[in-house]
């Protein structure tokens, strides 16, 4: 039943006034905080962890390039595989095109998502959800049409579970949409964070030069199927996390961007800080990127389980036995979150912090305004999730397509390693929507009134669902707590 008008505006309210004193409490000009907080290096283990990860994958990766690279077994590696491996005589420039192709789709494809964002913002996430399930069943097919028996049972579950995902929580589709539409609102109002995306989109293309000039010599290597699938796992590994780090280099760039507009009430006030992309891209590069690069290895993984879980969550129903299973893997992953989510970017970009204290504060910030119910009743995270893996379908059919015409028996190496360069490359343009997003709930839960001078409907809109969200959590509280008690009522009738 629908709450009424006066009851959610004093709930809203009074939320409101909590949350303002809370950061009232804890400082009395918000722009000093952001001003005057010391920046000193975080993490800087997995910094060198990462620059040492870069320098000895760079160098593998141009031994095998080079070693096929217009002449078989340029630097006689094969004396070292003789009798172990196929010996075969593949070049490197011989798939060398195909990665440049991915490569190219991949960004025409991120800068298509970045410049139709700002008119078509509802369009492009509709087709992100509705053709995702559609495209993945059709790849699944064509993957059994090819023999490729495996990939197609990957690609059929694949499907059916983004079927399963996207039913359980359609009825969240509607505020995911407006949360989305505002965020990019936000990006659209500041030009020159999406100059950033295009800027680290080339930075990354440059890298993936050297990634595909060797991910095409291990295509093109003498070792069996078996060898040149472990070595493209751990370039793929690699790459993953390459992608990562630059794209949530640029989260906190542009979450430190959005943060100062809010809490300056635009970026046209007086108080605002002089040159402050260039401020937020300094912290970045320097002393968050250790933060950055340890952030990077977990919190996708973390957060594309969680969706998942939450989901399966939402529909199990009275299935005690399933619910409880569930319920332990939720209550896992939660703990996990606790340390790892991607707020924690938005504490890094404001306040320099680590990356772990970082996450912290930011949960335990939602968990002590509430608004932890409104995050986790949004979906805007896996609907951007969506239009990246629908981004790197698209990469990998293309250079699949053309590597099927050629040498049939090296399709699904080429598409599978196309279709990660795709992805990576169209996340660095979701990853500019994804930081408004994270950084309008950080600033909600801080100091509502950000949100409410900068766009007083959508205030409204997020505090009534707000709202509803923790009545419907009271409500179900009430309930186990009812399904309980009659339990332990039952069983003592029966033992007497």
């Known amino acids: 039943m629908r709450d009424s008008p006066t009851s959610s505006t004093s709930d809203s309210a009074s939320i409101t006034s909590v949350q303002t004193v809370r950061r009232s409490q804890q400082n009395t000009d918000g722009s000093q905080v952001v001003a005057s907080e010391s920046r000193h290096w975080r993490d800087i283990f997995w910094l060198g962890i990462f620059i040492l990860h870069l320098t000895g994958l760079g ?22 595989t003789e ?19 991915a490569g190219g789709v991949g960004t025409i494809l991120g800068w298509i998502w970045l410049l139709l964002l700002g008119s078509h913002v509802n369009q492009m996430m509709k087709v992100s959800v509705h053709i995702l399930t559609t495209y993945l069943a059709v790849v699944s097919v064509l993957c059994f049409w090819c023999a490729q028996f495996f990939w197609g049972v990957a690609f059929a579950i694949a499907a059916a579970l983004q079927f399963v995902y996207v039913m359980s ?9 407006l949360v989305l539409q505002k ?24 890298w993936m030069t050297l990634w595909s000039f060797g991910a095409a010599g291990v295509v093109a290597s003498s070792m069996g199927d078996g060898g040149r ?19 949530n280099t640029v989260h906190v760039i542009v979450s430190g961007m959005v943060f100062l507009v809010l809490i300056h009430d635009g970026r046209e006030s007086p108080s605002m800080p002089q040159k402050p992309l260039m401020k937020s891209l300094q912290y970045a590069v320097t002393t968050s990127f250790g933060s950055i690069c340890y952030g990077s290895l977990f919190t996708a993984a973390i957060r594309t389980l969680r969706w998942e879980i939450r989901g399966v969550r939402s529909k199990i129903g009275n299935n005690e036995c399933l619910l409880c299973c569930v319920d332990f893997l939720f209550h896992l992953v939660e703990t996990l979150v ?16 680590g990356f772990n204290r970082s996450a912290r504060d930011a949960w335990e910030l939602f968990q002590s305004t509430g608004v932890e119910a409104l995050i986790g009743y949004d979906c805007s995270g896996a609907v ?62 801080e100091d509502p009134l950000l949100i409410h001078r900068w766009d007083a409907e959508f205030f409204n809109q997020i505090s009534e669902t707000l709202h ?25 009738m029966q033992s007497v």
């Open 59 to 80: 160098f593998v990766l141009a031994v095998f390039g080079l070693n096929r690279f217009k002449i078989s077994d340029r630097l006689n590696i094969d004396r070292y």
């Open 83 to 101: 009798g172990l491996w196929e010996n075969s005589h593949g070049l490197t420039e011989t798939y060398w095109p195909m990665y440049a192709l």
């Open 169 to 177: 929580v359609i009825d969240r589709l509607p505020f995911t949409m």
């Open 183 to 206: 965020a990019v609102k936000m990006v659209w109002s500041l030009p020159e964070v999406m100059r950033v995306a295009f800027a680290f989109m080339l930075v990354m293309l440059i």
């Open 229 to 247: 699938w472990w070595l493209l796992v751990v370039l793929s590994v690699s790459l993953f996390w390459t992608g990562a780090v630059l794209c």
């Open 338 to 353: 606790r340390f790892f989510n991607k707020y924690a970017y938005v504490q890094i970009a404001v306040y320099g912090k």
């Open 384 to 445: 951007l999730l969506m239009g990246t893996l629908l981004g790197g379908l698209i990469t990998g059919t293309c250079a699949g397509v053309w590597t099927y015409t050629k040498w049939t028996d090296r399709v699904i190496m080429v598409a599978s390693t196309a279709m990660l360069m795709g992805m990576v490359l169209v996340g660095l343009a979701m990853v500019v929507v994804e930081s408004a997003v994270t950084s309008i709930y950080i600033c909600y839960a």
């Open 468 to 492: 509803q969200r923790l009545q419907h959590r009271s409500a179900r509280a009430r309930e186990v707590l009812t399904h309980n008690q009659l339990d332990g009522h039952t069983q003592e």
